[in-house]
Each structure stands twice: as structure tokens, then as C-alpha cells.
């Protein structure tokens, strides 16, 4: 059967993006992956496990429900791919899982990762919980502070969290915690990288385990529409899991539109922003190459947005090759419309999305359509996480209203 994603070569590249540029001393490591993740995964009994536990642990599938109001007030037929509602609120656990059952089968004994927000990370000790597996995530001594509710939860599930304290104390230094921590424990420990980003296999790999979301899209579009495919999904990206999982069935089909929608922040030219596809150039991070935010001699500059899940200088090399070859639309949005975004859905649908997904409804005033167009947006994840954020921007319309 033909893949229906878009196949990496064998050393892990989309068009010239992707690889696998990585320290010596890490090789055994990666190949030790790359050698063992495609049949691994592709085993029944792999299968068996993985669906299992995505439907009984999970809840999957996860509804793709038609939004009435939201349709009316946008003027399309908007279809919600409900990954809110999974276990732990968002898809990354969709990753975790595939993730951990390898890891397993590679005889791996102690599991690391790094975590921003943490909801990678809370994602990450829930599965270890769940295998009885030893769990340290590293976080930059900076998000331990602001994310204090996530590291709480990392705590109660069991996982060490071990503070990054170089550099900027952030997202990328817990990386680079991380890798020197595999480099050190390379028999017994296996990495679990959040996002379709890192060397090869990761992107490849991660990619697979969330094409679940559009898998299920499907089927669930064809009860609902008569058809399997939509006219658009629209899906916010950080390091691009959720859009990857999204698009991922129907990256061969064009008559879908595929729209990624990325952090403004501040707005694309204040200085203050994540969009790294207006912004970045071709570089390397994280062991693969894709665009980037980077100084002319190489220096990756510091990304900024609201939301902490989109808040990365690069994103993954799948995404840099479907919008360098158009295949795929890039929508940039502020932390402003985005904080508008989500207070409208939370209103006319009674669902609090999370801050990173708020992006991807806000791109609703960029983009044309019309009344008959299908559109699915993934609903990567629930903003509970993101109330006192929330409560910050209701306090100051308030305050606004009063002036
Ligand atoms: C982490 C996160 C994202 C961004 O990550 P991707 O890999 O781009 O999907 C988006 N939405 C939610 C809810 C998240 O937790």
C-alpha cells in the first residue's frame, strides 16, 4: 500500500530538510532507533497494543464534532477534531504512548524528555506512570517557575524534573540537557522527543503516531459529509505534531488545503515572535535541518509568544518542506487575536481551547472560503492550563470598558 504521508528518504529527508546532524557520540543512540522504529511499530502486536491503549487509556477515537454556532458566525462548515478531550488534555499523548511501547521493546529501562510548557513533559511521566518506567524531564529553571501547575502534576505522577539553568533557562537548553544526558546513558535510557522535530527518525516517527488524528478524520468525515476529505484542516504549529498528525492522510490529496498557523506574538516584525516560517532560514537545530530563526552568523534567536507551546525557533523539517514547496499554507497570528480567538470559541461553542490552538481559529479572518467549504480544525488541546492567562486578558478588557 502506498504510504499515504510523504516518505522521508532513508536518511530522513523531506526534499533538502531533515537529516540527522547529530554528535558522534549520540550515533549509537539514533541508529539504534532508525534501525528498529519501522518494523517495531509496524508489528500486530505492536498495533494491538498501541490501539488499545489509545482507545481505553486515551479515549480515543476523539469526536470530530460539527460546530453549529461557529459555523454560522465563520460562514463554512467547521468540523472540531476534539483532542481536548483526550487523556491529559492535548494529543501529545498520542506520541507518549507509541513512544513508550518502543522504548519497551528496545529493552529501555529509564525514560527522559524535556518539557517548555510542561505539557509535554505531564504527557511524558503520565505513560511512564502507566509502565511502571523511571521518568526525568528537564526544564528550563525559568519554566519551573512559570509553569508551576504542570511541574506539580510531573512530581505526583512520579517523574523527577531537573532544572536547566545555562543559557536562556528555557525550552532549549532543557534540550540540550537532555541529549547530554543520552550521550551519558545510552544503553539503558530512551529519549522522548515531544514534537516532529529532532534528527531522523524522530520527525518520521512522531509524525506516524499522531496521523492517528487524521486517520480517524476520515472515517468520521465520510458519516458525517458523505466524504472522506476535507475542503481545508487548519492546525496551529509549535514544532508541528499536532498539524503533521492533522494533514498527515491527506499530505497526497490536493484538494485539501493545509493550513499551518503559527505564533505572531508581538507581530511578525516587533522583534517579539515565533513565525518562524516568515522569519527563519534554512539552518540547523536539534539535529536536523529546516528553517529557523537565527542572527547571520548562525546565533538561533529567542523566540517569543504567548502561548509557551509555540514559542520554538524552528519547526520541524515536514512543515519547512510543504510550505517551501507550497504544498502548505503558512498564517501568522498575534498573541492578540489569538486571546480574541479564545475567548469567541469559549463563548459561542462552550470550549475552552488551549492558548496554541486559539491561534489556529484566529486564522479563520485570514483566510477566503466558502459556505459549502469543509473545514477541520484541530483542536489540539483544552486552556485549562491557560487560566491565568485567560483571567490577565478578562481583567484587562474590563479594565478597558471602564476608560
Ligand atoms: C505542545 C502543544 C502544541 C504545539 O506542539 P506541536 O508539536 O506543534 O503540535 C499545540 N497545542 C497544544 C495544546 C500543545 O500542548
Same mark, same amino acid.
Given at each position: 500500500?502506498?504510504?499515504?504521508?510523504?516518505?522521508?528518504?532513508?536518511?530522513?529527508?523531506?526534499?533538502?530538510?531533515?537529516?540527522?546532524?547529530?554528535?558522534?557520540?549520540?550515533?549509537?543512540?539514533?541508529?539504534?532507533?532508525?534501525?528498529?522504529?519501522?518494523?517495531?511499530?509496524?508489528?500486530?502486536?505492536?498495533?494491538?497494543?498501541?490501539?488499545?491503549?489509545?482507545?481505553?487509556?486515551?479515549?480515543?477515537?476523539?469526536?470530530?464534532?460539527?460546530?453549529?454556532?461557529?459555523?454560522?458566525?465563520?460562514?463554512?462548515?467547521?468540523?472540531?477534531?476534539?483532542?481536548?478531550?483526550?487523556?491529559?488534555?492535548?494529543?501529545?499523548?498520542?506520541?507518549?504512548?507509541?513512544?513508550?511501547?518502543?522504548?519497551?521493546?528496545?529493552?529501555?529501562?529509564?525514560?527522559?524528555?524535556?518539557?517548555?510548557?510542561?505539557?509535554?513533559? &505531564?504527557?511524558?511521566?503520565?505513560?511512564?506512570?502507566?509502565?511502571?518506567?523511571?521518568?526525568?524531564?528537564?526544564?528550563?529553571?525559568?519554566?519551573?517557575?512559570?509553569?508551576?501547575?504542570?511541574?506539580?502534576?510531573?512530581?505526583?505522577?512520579?517523574?523527577?524534573?531537573?532544572?536547566? =539553568?545555562?543559557?536562556?533557562?528555557?525550552?532549549?537548553?532543557?534540550?540540550?540537557?537532555?541529549?547530554?544526558?543520552?550521550?551519558?546513558?545510552?544503553?539503558?535510557?530512551?529519549?522522548?522527543?515531544?514534537? &516532529?522535530?529532532?534528527?531522523?527518525?524522530?520527525?518520521?516517527?512522531?509524525?506516524?503516531?499522531?496521523?492517528?488524528?487524521?486517520?480517524?478524520?476520515?472515517?468520521?468525515?465520510?458519516?458525517?459529509?458523505?466524504?472522506?476529505?476535507?475542503?481545508? #484542516?487548519?492546525?496551529?504549529?509549535?514544532?508541528?505534531?499536532?498539524?503533521?498528525?492533522?494533514?498527515?492522510?491527506?499530505?497526497?490529496?490536493?484538494?485539501?488545503?493545509?493550513?499551518?498557523?503559527?505564533?505572531?506574538?508581538?507581530?511578525?516584525?516587533?522583534?517579539?515572535?515565533?513565525?518562524?516560517?516568515?522569519?527563519?532560514?534554512?539552518?540547523?537545530?536539534?539535529?536536523?535541518?529546516?528553517?529557523?530563526?537565527?542572527?547571520?552568523?548562525?546565533?538561533?534567536?529567542?523566540?517569543?509568544?504567548?502561548?509557551?507551546?509555540?514559542?520554538?525557533?524552528?519547526?520541524?523539517?515536514?512543515?519547512?518542506?510543504?510550505?517551501?514547496?507550497? =504544498?502548505?499554507?503558512?498564517?501568522? #497570528?498575534?498573541?492578540?487575536?489569538?486571546?480574541?480567538?479564545?475567548?469567541?470559541?469559549?463563548?459561542?461553542?462552550?470550549?475552552?481551547?488551549?492558548?496554541?490552538?486559539?491561534?489556529?481559529?484566529?486564522?479563520?479572518?485570514?483566510?477566503?472560503?466558502?459556505?459549502?467549504?469543509?473545514?477541520?480544525?484541530?483542536?489540539?488541546?483544552?486552556?485549562?492550563?491557560?487560566?491565568?492567562?485567560?483571567?490577565?486578558?478578562?481583567?484587562?478588557?474590563?479594565?478597558?470598558?471602564?476608560?
Amino acid at each position: 500500500m502506498k504510504n499515504p504521508g510523504i516518505d522521508v528518504d532513508e536518511r530522513g529527508y523531506y526534499g533538502r530538510f531533515g537529516g540527522a546532524y547529530i554528535p558522534e557520540m549520540l550515533h549509537p543512540n539514533i541508529e539504534e532507533l532508525r534501525a528498529n522504529y519501522r518494523e517495531m511499530t509496524a508489528d500486530p502486536a505492536f498495533k494491538k497494543e498501541f490501539d488499545a491503549l489509545l482507545r481505553d487509556y486515551v479515549g480515543r477515537p476523539s469526536p470530530l464534532y460539527y460546530a453549529k454556532r461557529l459555523s454560522e458566525h465563520y460562514g463554512a462548515k467547521v468540523y472540531l477534531k476534539r483532542e481536548d478531550l483526550n487523556h491529559t488534555g492535548a494529543h501529545k499523548i498520542n506520541n507518549t504512548i507509541g513512544q513508550i511501547l518502543l522504548a519497551q521493546r528496545l529493552g529501555k529501562t529509564r525514560i527522559i524528555a524535556e518539557t517548555g510548557a510542561g505539557q509535554h513533559g &505531564v504527557a511524558t511521566a503520565t505513560v511512564c506512570a502507566l509502565v511502571g518506567l523511571e521518568c526525568i524531564v528537564y526544564m528550563g529553571e525559568v519554566d519551573i517557575e512559570r509553569q508551576a501547575p504542570n511541574v506539580a502534576r510531573m512530581r505526583m505522577l512520579g517523574a523527577e524534573v531537573r532544572p536547566a =539553568r545555562s543559557g536562556s533557562k528555557t525550552l532549549k537548553d532543557a534540550t540540550n540537557e537532555a541529549i547530554r544526558d543520552w550521550i551519558n546513558n545510552p544503553e539503558n535510557t530512551h529519549y522522548i522527543i515531544g514534537s &516532529v522535530v529532532g534528527p531522523h527518525p524522530y520527525p518520521d516517527m512522531v509524525a506516524r503516531f499522531q496521523s492517528v488524528i487524521s486517520e480517524e478524520t476520515k472515517w468520521q468525515l465520510k458519516e458525517k459529509e458523505g466524504r472522506e476529505h476535507p475542503d481545508a #484542516v487548519i492546525a496551529c504549529v509549535g514544532g508541528g505534531s499536532n498539524a503533521a498528525g492533522a494533514f498527515y492522510h491527506y499530505l497526497n490529496d490536493e484538494r485539501v488545503r493545509l493550513i499551518a498557523v503559527e505564533a505572531a506574538g508581538l507581530g511578525v516584525d516587533s522583534g517579539e515572535s515565533a513565525a518562524t516560517s516568515v522569519l527563519g532560514t534554512e539552518g540547523i537545530i536539534h539535529g536536523s535541518r529546516t528553517l529557523l530563526m537565527q542572527t547571520d552568523d548562525g546565533q538561533i534567536v529567542e523566540p517569543y509568544s504567548i502561548s509557551a507551546g509555540l514559542d520554538y525557533p524552528g519547526i520541524g523539517p515536514l512543515h519547512a518542506f510543504l510550505i517551501d514547496s507550497k =504544498r502548505a499554507e503558512a498564517i501568522s #497570528v498575534t498573541d492578540e487575536k489569538a486571546l480574541e480567538a479564545a475567548l469567541f470559541v469559549t463563548r459561542t461553542e462552550g470550549i475552552i481551547p488551549a492558548l496554541e490552538t486559539a491561534h489556529a481559529f484566529a486564522a479563520f479572518e485570514q483566510l477566503e472560503y466558502g459556505p459549502e467549504d469543509v473545514i477541520v480544525v484541530c483542536l489540539s488541546g483544552r486552556g485549562d492550563k491557560d487560566l491565568a492567562t485567560f483571567t490577565k486578558y478578562l481583567d484587562q478588557l474590563k479594565d478597558r470598558d471602564h476608560e
